[in-house]
T-cell receptor, first 113, second 115 residues
């Protein structure tokens, strides 16, 4: 069964450092999502791609976060510089199309010290 | 604005008990989707069900069943004869049915099933 892949699974960094997360969606899925999940809360959408284009980044803190999906397949989410409040689980999801069910990867747990 | 409320923060049951997880939602959209996802300790969100707002029929899948009531804006999830492997955090979510889906999640209900 096809799955969404994410790496790394865990990341510990110091504040003011740069971090990057990678996501490989299910093959053939045109829509890709990055969510942030703070401990004890539900995930919140950071950015959504349709192929290589950003269609919603209204909740992305653009002063420090960036996301790209250059070839419309895999994607990278970057934080620079990281802050203590960025400690969270970062989840990637993909769907065949914008109105299809989203399937999630295992997530990257980030701890900023 | 869309909102999902899961009032039960944590539920503890003993194996083989039935348990119902509550979900109440708010939306101004006439068409929308409702979802349930399971998040085991490993962290990934596992898709359980998607329900269109036009389809109010209850659904059963093995030990899982869902009760959708548009009149009360609720989409409750029942696990029959719970098992230890059901222990996880369960999230209810809502999205528009048209255009680019943005899932709005509740805060989740942690289910602990003890032997």
């Amino acid at each position: 069964e096809a799955e969404v892949a994410q790496s790394p699974r865990y990341k510990i960094t110091e504040k003011s450092q740069a971090v990057a997360f990678w996501c490989d969606p299910i093959s053939g899925h045109a829509t890709l999502y990055w969510y942030r999940q703070i401990l004890g809360q539900g995930p919140e959408l950071l950015v959504q791609f349709q192929d290589e284009s950003v269609v919603d980044d209204s909740q992305l803190p653009k002063d420090r976060f960036s996301a790209e999906r250059l070839k419309g397949v895999d994607s990278t989410l970057k934080i620079q510089p990281a802050e203590l409040g960025d400690s969270a689980m970062y989840l990637c999801a993909s769907s065949r199309g914008a109105e299809e069910t989203q399937y999630f990867g295992p997530g990257t747990r980030l701890l900023v010290l | 604005a869309q909102k999902v409320t899961q009032a039960q923060t944590e539920i503890s049951v003993v194996e083989k008990e039935d348990v119902t997880l509550d979900c109440v939602y708010e939306t101004r959209d006439t068409t929308y989707y409702l979802f349930w996802y399971k998040q085991p300790p490993s962290g990934e969100l596992v898709f359980l069900i998607r329900r269109n707002s036009f389809d109010e029929q209850n659904e059963i899948s093995g030990r899982y069943s869902w009760n959708f009531q548009k009149s009360t804006s609720s989409f409750n999830f029942t696990i029959t004869a719970s098992q230890v492997v059901d222990s996880a955090v369960y999230f209810c979510a809502l999205s528009e049915a048209k255009g680019f889906q943005k899932l709005v999640f509740g805060t989740g209900t942690r289910l602990l099933v003890s032997p």
